[in-house]
Each structure stands twice: as structure tokens, then as C-alpha cells.
């Protein structure tokens, strides 16, 4: 179940990015043909893209492929490592929480006040506060589970990640040797 949600923050975050592409590209091209535009193509696409940057941080952080300093990975001993990789995560799971809490709380004031976004698109200025504390709890939840449980990825989510980095294997033959079936 939990590494069908990490899923789902990253396949959400793809879509969101390619939505954006497309309205973008509907306002850009539509515009150049003289085809009438809908207004609010430039407010959704400027609300949509911190959500996909906020649903792809906690699947980015699942699959090990976040933002990290590999210059201490080349100095320090595996097991020197893991407890840097363990205090970072405790870190992290600080920061996330704290972000969470200011979030709820903001988005709880916004709400009261009955504050509204008056653009293109009218609607309650607490509904573009709602990503921000889910991402940061999902946040807090990976680098918990770090802490409790740093082994990484699950075995199957670290092949699937391995593969996706893997470069192809060079070819066989020598520089300048046709392999066999080679029209030179």
C-alpha cells in the first residue's frame, strides 16, 4: 500500500507536468492562430506547477533519488554512512513535521478568514495551501521510516531504480571490427 501512494505522488506529479504542457502549448498556439484562449490557462499552470514539484519530493525521496551530498559517500565507511543517512532522515523528519504544522496552520487561517483568490478563477484561497501539508506528511513519513528502518529501498523498488540508472553495455567487438552481420 505504501509504495502504491509513493506511486501514485510520482504518476500524479508526470500527469501534472504534462498538463501543464499541454495547456501551455493550447494557449501558445491557439494565440498564434488567433483561436480564442481560455484566461485562466496561465493561473492554472502557475498553481499546478508547485503541485507536481510537492508530489514528486516525497516519491523522489522513496526511490533514493533526492537531492544528497555523495562526497561523504566516498569518505566515510558504509557504517559511518548509514548514521549520517539516519541523522539526515531524523532531520529531515523535523523540518517535514514542522512544515506540516505551519502549513495546517496557515491553511486553517486562510479558511477562517474567509480569504478568496480574485483572478481569472474566484475560489477560497485555502484550497491552493492543501498540497503543502499533505507533501510535507508525506515527507515526514518516508524519513520516518528511514529512521526506523534505513535498509533503502525495498528489493524489488531497488532493481526497478537500478535499472532506470544503468547505462547499456558497451558492444562486444573491438574499435573499428564489424560485429557479425556488419554491412561495411
Not at 34 to 54: I, K, Q
Not at 86 to 92: I, M, N, Q, V
Not at 135 to 144: D, I, S
Request: net charge neutral.
Amino acid at each position: 500500500m505504501y509504495a502504491w501512494l509513493m506511486r501514485a505522488c510520482g504518476g500524479l506529479s508526470a500527469a501534472t507536468v504534462g498538463a501543464i504542457t499541454l495547456l501551455v502549448c493550447w494557449d501558445v498556439v491557439g494565440r498564434n492562430l488567433g483561436l480564442p484562449t481560455p484566461g485562466w490557462t496561465n493561473e492554472v499552470t502557475e498553481y499546478a506547477l508547485p503541485v507536481a514539484t510537492l508530489l514528486a519530493a516525497p516519491w523522489l525521496l522513496w526511490r533514493n533519488q533526492h537531492v544528497r551530498l555523495d562526497l561523504l559517500g566516498m569518505v566515510l565507511s558504509p557504517a559511518a554512512q548509514r548514521q549520517v543517512d539516519r541523522a539526515a532522515s531524523a532531520l529531515g523528519l523535523v523540518i517535514s513535521a514542522s512544515m506540516v504544522w505551519y502549513a495546517w496552520r496557515m491553511l486553517l487561517d486562510s479558511q477562517q478568514a474567509g480569504s478568496l483568490v480574485l483572478k481569472a478563477l474566484v475560489f477560497p484561497e485555502w484550497w491552493l495551501y492543501v498540497p503543502v501539508p499533505a507533501a510535507f506528511a508525506l515527507l515526514a513519513l518516508e524519513c520516518a521510516r528511514r529512521v526506523v528502518w534505513p535498509s533503502g529501498l525495498a528489493a524489488d523498488d531497488a532493481m526497478g531504480a537500478a535499472a532506470a540508472t544503468m547505462t547499456p553495455p558497451a558492444p562486444s567487438s573491438a574499435p573499428g571490427q564489424g560485429q557479425a552481420g556488419d554491412a561495411r
